[in-house]
């Protein structure tokens, strides 16, 4: 079993950058996507951006296009996100996951466990 950990998260003004990371233990498949996800107060937790772990697959959810860039460093195990200008909308915690496949990977119901998640907060 993988474990994760967010770290990273903080209050940030509206139009700032923020830079968070999920650094990764146990069990990983090489093979494996990655993806951030992000769940607002009242909302169901939701597929931010996906990546492969060679880097060569990216997706994102449209209203982050353009904004956000999904990374990752295999020789550290960690994945990271880089977000800029940010807006209120963006204020979620979020939180990574791992799964086989693209349609796995967006499954959000499907995954057995989470981090603790990092909090995200834009402030207007």
């Known amino acids: 079993q993988v474990q994760l950990v967010e770290s990273g998260g903080r209050l940030v003004q509206a139009g700032g950058s923020l830079n968070i990371s999920c650094e990764a233990s146990g069990r990983i498949f090489r093979n494996y996507y990655w993806g951030w996800f992000r769940q607002a107060p009242g909302k169901e937790r939701g597929v931010v951006a996906i990546i492969n772990w060679t880097g060569e697959y990216t997706d994102y959810r449209d209203s982050v296009k353009g904004r956000f860039t999904i990374s990752r460093d295999s020789a550290k195990n960690t994945v990271y996100l880089q977000m800029n200008s940010l807006n209120p909308e963006d204020t979620a915690v979020y939180y990574c996951?791992?799964?086989?496949?693209?349609?796995?990977?967006?499954?959000?119901?499907?995954?057995?466990?989470w981090g603790q998640g990092t909090q995200v907060t834009v402030s207007s």
């Open positions: 996951n791992t799964a086989h496949s693209k349609p796995a990977i967006r499954n959000t119901k499907a995954y057995r466990s």
